[in-house]
Each structure stands twice: as C-alpha cells, then as structure tokens.
C-alpha cells in the first residue's frame, strides 16, 4: 500500500544527490530525472510512467499523504517565489525550481487517481489552512528582512 508514497519520496530525494550522482542514477528503464548542466532537475514521464505499476491500488491514507507532500512541495516553491520576486537573489531563483520538479512528480504520480488529485491552486493560495498560515508567516518574515 505504501509503495506509492514511498516511491515518491525516493524521488524528492534525489535533490539531495551530487549532479553527478543524479546524471549516472540509470534504472533498468532508463533514467527518470534529467539534469542540465547548470544541475536543474526535470522528471523523465515517459521513464518514470515504465517503472511505476499502473495496477498498484492505493488507499485512502496512502493517498492523503501524497496529496500532503503535494502542498508541502507547492509550499516551499511559492515562498521561495515570493521571496525572489522581492529580493531578486540567486538563492531565492534556484530553489522554486527544484520544488516545481518534486511537486510535478507527486502529480505525475497522482494522475491516475483522477484530475480532482491533480490541480494545484493559484501561486500563494493552499487548501490546507496550515500551510496558508505558514506561508503567509514565512512570506511576511522574508519581506521585511534586509536583503540577504
């Protein structure tokens, strides 16, 4: 039941590894994370699609933690965004960008569930009330800070 969940967060985890690590990480099928040379990060669909079980069933609770992960992931990249529209900083540019390819994979594995798992919310809005108090705290801290 939790192979589902699990796979997704050996995905995120992948941010983790050097650009070196990530370019030579080849599963049976082909490699399911493209990396530039500037180490932006992108999911390979059509790899990831021949190493994920279509018929695998998940339940409810596999579920809710996918969709948690999802607006966790969405999270981080809004606040990030928000910050780097202000600061225009390098640090604040990158890091959206991670978090888009991580969130991207958590819908790419949602997808089969149904569209309702798909959809994501305009930049800075969240269907989960905790996380709109924390971005909403996150972004208001990260605006009047002086300039990293």
């Known amino acids: 039941m939790f192979l ?11 941010n983790s590894c050097t650009k ?6 080849n599963f049976r099928y082909g490699s399911i994370l493209d990396v530039t040379e500037t180490g932006a990060s992108s999911i390979v669909e059509d790899n990831l699609e ?8 998940i339940g409810e609770t596999e579920l809710n933690v996918l969709l948690h ?3 966790e992931e969405k999270l981080a990249r809004d606040v990030y965004s928000a910050l780097n529209l202000k600061w225009n900083n390098k640090v604040f540019s990158n ?17 089969s ?10 930049p800075g809005k969240f269907t989960n009330s905790a996380f709109q ?6 972004v208001a801290k990260g605006m009047s800070r002086s300039e990293p």
């Open 4 to 14: 589902v969940g699990f796979f997704g967060l050996g995905l995120i985890s992948f």
């Open 20 to 25: 070196e690590q990530m370019i030579s990480s």
């Open 50 to 57: 021949a190493v994920i079980l279509k018929t695998v069933v």
């Open 69 to 71: 992960m999802k607006e």
């Open 95 to 111: 890091i959206p960008i991670a978090e888009n390819t991580h969130m991207n994979a958590i819908i790419f594995l949602l997808q």
């Open 113 to 122: 569930y149904g569209t309702d798992y798909t959809q994501v919310l305009e």
């Open 133 to 138: 108090l924390l971005y909403d705290e996150l």
